[in-house]
């Protein structure tokens, strides 16, 4: 079993900026894919970010430029560095290590 806990979400002001991390744990055999979604209220989840063992990263459109997502495989950790944020991200945020999903983390833009 693997548990994915996510962190660092909170109320921000539009054009701020907000870190998210994650951490993966337990029966971790090999390395693989971490991402981060996100879901709105009254929208389908979506993909905002992944990051390959490798380190190739794949952005959503509406957040390249503004978001960074890094990970440390030794740790298996994965950060999303959201800067400039609008209030259409405001969103729960899950992290996801290959099958298994964290329980999310709210992140709201509003002034």
């Known amino acids: 079993q693997v548990q994915v806990v996510e962190s660092g979400g909170g109320l921000v002001q539009p054009g701020g900026s907000l870190r998210l991390s994650c951490a993966a744990s337990g029966s971790i055999r090999s390395i693989s894919v971490m991402g981060w979604y996100r879901q709105a209220p009254g929208k389908q989840r979506e993909l905002v970010a992944l990051v390959s063992s490798g380190g190739t990263t794949t952005y959503a459109d509406s957040v390249k430029g503004r978001f960074t997502i890094s990970r440390d495989n030794a740790k298996n950790t994965v950060d999303l560095q959201m800067n400039s944020l609008k209030p259409e991200d405001t969103a729960v945020y899950y992290c996801?290590?290959?099958?298994?999903w964290g329980q999310g983390t709210q992140v709201t833009v509003s002034s």
């Open positions: 996801r290590y290959a099958i298994y």
